[in-house]
């Protein structure tokens, strides 16, 4: 077993397989987006013919969420995925918001959380996209006045309730819409169905990726992970690599690498943080490049599937630091006409 090639073709990042955006994120579950404008890059370098106007157009038309949900941060998840990601996450996730709250000494009780969340909720739905600024003036003419800290366990509370999701795209502002105007409802899942889906969307998406990695990626007790596993039934196995049971599908990809690639991820991507262990495609002497403790991601540049070194998205022209010997910049130019385009695109 090659695990860097099977990733990579996994994770659709050669060879990709999908033409738009929300048929990406759709396949992937979930995607960590952390990073607002790079967030874009991350499911585009993912399609066929990347395209920031296609995202655009899905995220605007709710094809696309944007939501705190696993693990309390931010993802994308597509709309036909939505309502049962909320019934399936959203419990844990509130669970460790409130852990949050009160290690920084913050107390909502309930009913200043319902009072706001009928304001947040009323404006997002009088403005149709409403930024943190519009529920601040909202919030200010019924007399209420928060800090920023404070407001933003409210909407992220809002969030995993199923009251609020992202509105429109902006370049560099969030935005909320009321979710039951933006996504369409859905016949409502068992709740062993929703795991099935999400332990399949998982597995299918980030082979071979062992039970660890999928609990940490998931943000859900190891018992569910487990019974998700065991859901799956015969169409998913376990091949060892290392002295490590590594979980892959019936239906996974291991033709079309080809070797020579380079790869402009994006910080917060997949590829890392989608796993607990990275040090299969991030040489554990080199992890501080990659990210730190805090759990801060960075851009990185991979070749072959091995993490080498870092780049600057926000430049006008290439700029790279390689911490792997064998490289320069010139390497990358193919790479970065190809993320320049999409980026001109948009």
């Known amino acids: 077993m090659n695990p860097i090639s099977i990733r990579l073709l996994n994770q659709q990042l050669v060879a990709p397989q999908f033409r738009d955006p929300d048929e990406v994120v759709g396949y992937m579950g979930a995607m960590q ?5 790079m967030m874009r890059w991350a499911v585009g370098m993912r399609t066929r013919k990347p395209s920031a106007k296609a995202f655009k157009k899905a995220f605007d038309n709710g094809k696309i ?5 696993m693990r309390g941060t931010w993802q994308l998840v597509a709309a036909e995925d939505y309502w049962q990601m909320i019934d399936l996450c959203a419990p844990k996730a509130i669970a460790v918001t409130k852990g949050w709250m009160s290690s920084n000494k913050v107390s909502i009780l309930d009913e200043e959380l319902m009072r706001v969340r009928e304001i947040l909720a009323l404006t997002a739905a009088d403005l149709g996209s409403a930024t943190k600024e519009d529920f601040v003036r ?12 404070r407001l933003s366990y409210h909407i992220r509370m809002a969030e995993l309730s199923g009251t609020l ?21 859905r016949v409502k899942m068992d709740r062993d169905e929703a795991l099935m889906l999400f332990t399949r969307k998982y597995f299918q998406s980030r082979q071979p990726a062992t039970l660890e990695d999928f609990v940490w990626w998931s ?36 033709w079309g690498f080809r070797k020579g690639k380079f790869l402009l991820i994006p910080p917060y991507d997949e590829y890392l943080i989608g796993y607990k262990s990275r040090d299969i495609v991030l040489p554990p002497e080199h992890r501080h490049h990659a990210h730190n403790n805090s759990g801060i991601f960075q851009p990185i540049v991979a070749y072959d ?10 430049k006008n022209d290439c700029q790279v630091s390689f911490f792997e010997d064998g490289f320069h910049a010139d390497d990358v130019v193919e790479a970065w006409r190809a993320y320049r385009t999409y980026r001109e695109k948009a």
């Open 219 to 254: 943000g859900l007790n190891i018992s569910d992970c487990r019974k998700g596993v065991a859901l799956l039934g015969n169409s998913i196995h376990v091949e060892k690599w290392h002295g490590r049971d590594f979980y892959l599908t019936e239906s996974c990809r291991t």
């Open 65 to 69: 969420i944007r939501l705190h949900l």
């Open 165 to 185: 999701c992202s509105g429109e795209l902006l370049p560099m502002k969030a935005t909320y819409a009321l979710a039951a105007d933006k996504v369409q409802p």
């Open 138 to 149: 909202a919030l200010a003419e019924k007399d209420m006045q928060m800090d920023d800290h």
């Open 305 to 314: 599937g091995t993490v080498c070194g870092n780049w600057s998205p926000f």
């Open 33 to 37: 987006s952390q990073e607002y404008r």
